[in-house]
């Protein structure tokens, strides 16, 4: 089964500075998507950001970007110029490429705190 | 387009009760997943639905069920309710079968406290 690791239950990151949260899985898949979402206090989960192992270059989305390395299984997410808005929990998460239906498989979260 | 909505937000209930939580997902998406989230355990998932059938079920005992109706709205039930069950219910709408690329869209959750 796949498991996902995120070995930072918590981060902080001063306002404007960057951040680098890390992400770990563990798959015995060639093809499988991850993504990055995040779950501010009290409010909705949102997708930050998601990559396709068969592509090689790095997602990237406004000040969001990850740094994929297939070889060490590793996913981690750079955040530029932090914002207020920024603090939440984040969670990286796994999901097979297979066409049928399948679950997110998550790690247990990072909790950022932004500081101003 | 409104976004998924989860009724009731919060709940407390005692051991032994049942209760049973409600899904409304993004209009037009016909696949509705639901996961538990704990401190201890994370996120971790239950079932999903699409067409008004359970198509994959995660690993939990089968006092959690589900059902989906014509309308792509969900429920989950949970029966003979143990303290251990007080979690954040989530649940998350895709347009398609949830598999692959298709960003699913959560919703705010049910909080639920069980004593």
């Known amino acids: 089964a796949q498991t996902v690791t995120q070995s930072q239950p918590e981060m902080s990151v001063q306002e404007a500075e960057t951040v680098t949260l890390s992400c770990t899985y563990d798959?015995?898949?060639?093809?499988?998507?991850l993504f990055w979402y995040k779950q501010p206090p009290s409010r909705q989960m949102i997708l930050v950001i998601r990559?396709?192992?068969?592509?090689?270059q790095n997602a990237t989305e406004n000040r969001f970007s990850v740094n994929f390395q297939k070889a060490a299984k590793s996913f981690s997410l750079k955040i530029s110029d932090s914002q207020l808005g920024d603090a939440a929990m984040y969670f990286c998460?796994?999901?097979?490429?297979?066409?049928?239906?399948?679950?997110?498989?998550f790690g247990k979260g990072t909790r950022l705190s932004v500081i101003a | 387009k409104a976004g998924v909505t989860q009724t009731p937000r919060y709940l407390i209930k005692t051991r032994g009760q049942q209760v049973t939580l409600s899904c409304s997902p993004i209009?037009?998406?016909?696949?509705v997943s639901w996961y538990q989230q704990t401190p201890g355990q994370g996120l971790q998932f239950l079932f999903e639905?699409?067409?008004?059938?359970?198509?994959n079920k995660g690993n939990f005992p089968g006092r959690f069920s589900g059902r989906q109706f014509s309308n792509s709205r969900s429920e989950m039930n949970v029966s003979t309710l143990e303290l251990g069950d007080s979690a954040l219910y989530l649940c998350a709408s895709t347009q398609g079968i949830a598999g692959g690329s298709e960003t699913q869209y959560f919703g705010p959750g049910t909080r639920l406290l069980v004593l």
């Open positions: 209009s037009g998406h016909r696949s």
């Open positions: 639905y699409f067409s008004e059938t359970q198509r």
């Open positions: 798959t015995s898949e060639s093809d499988y998507y």
């Open positions: 998460a796994y999901r097979t490429l297979n066409s049928g239906n399948t679950p997110l498989v």
């Open positions: 990559q396709e192992a068969y592509k090689q």
